[in-house]
């Protein structure tokens, strides 16, 4: 199957700086991407769905100015979580699709955040 | 409103017996299924998809998925477990909303096969 990098795959942070997360498909073009958190044995909670070129849709309750999604190109796509708190420590994993609904997504391999 | 559902949270099965996991959703229109698996902290791996068809989807590692559209289910099965199949499951359906196709799963399900 295609491949999605995600980097770092661990992270620790101070409490109020900032951590940037990287998604990259590297063998095709992903015109949508998908950012996920993930809680100690907990589904996959959809933070925002981007599309190259335009803004994401962020889901209802995810703080669009904390958790900042640029999907510049179609091989990159980056989260911020901007001025982290310990509660933001998770699982953060993100995915990309080609075109099409009928496209399966293909997935990083997910980003330990903790906030100290 | 679209939603998935695995009503298992574990699934407990002996090494060599035929496993089943369960999904029901519920979608407008044309549903977009999929299942995928998970080891422990690491991303999601892709294992099949029902888009249109025949009913019956095979997909990676000798599993396969029944779409039953009168029951609204994607189970899915395979005829003999292995232990290496320990993992957690998800499945996930995909729809168009607004502008952008959204993907959202189930809750889960984990399953253990024992020697």
């Known amino acids: 199957g295609a491949v999605v990098s995600q980097h770092p795959s661990r992270v620790i942070c101070k409490s109020g700086t900032s951590v940037k997360i990287e998604c990259r498909s590297l063998?095709?073009?992903?015109?949508?991407m998908f950012w996920y958190r993930q809680f100690p044995k907990k589904s996959l909670m959809l933070m925002a769905t981007?599309?190259?070129?335009?803004?994401?849709?962020?889901e209802q309750g995810v703080e669009k100015d904390k958790f900042l999604i640029n999907h510049a190109s179609l091989t990159l796509s980056t989260l911020t979580v901007t001025s982290a708190h310990p509660e933001d420590s998770s699982f953060y994993i993100c995915?990309?699709?080609?075109?099409?609904?009928?496209?399966?997504?293909?997935f990083g391999q997910g980003t330990r955040l903790t906030v100290v | 409103a679209q939603s998935v559902a695995q009503p298992e949270d574990q699934v407990n099965v002996a090494e060599g017996n035929p496993l089943t996991v369960k999904c029901t959703y519920s979608v407008s229109g044309n549903p977009y299924l999929f299942w995928y698996v998970q080891y422990p902290n690491r991303g999601l791996q892709f294992l099949l998809k029902y888009i249109t068809g025949d009913n019956l989807v095979k997909g990676s590692y000798g599993f396969e998925a029944e779409f039953n559209k009168s029951q609204t289910s994607f189970h899915l099965k395979k005829p003999s477990a292995l232990v290496s199949d320990s993992a957690l499951y998800f499945c996930a359906v995909r729809f168009k909303r607004g502008s952008q196709g959204n993907l959202i799963f189930g809750k889960g399900t984990k399953l253990s096969v024992k020697p």
């Open positions: 981007s599309n190259e070129g335009s803004k994401a849709t962020y």
């Open positions: 995915s990309a699709c080609e075109t099409g609904l009928n496209t399966e997504a293909f």
């Open positions: 063998d095709f073009q992903a015109t949508t």
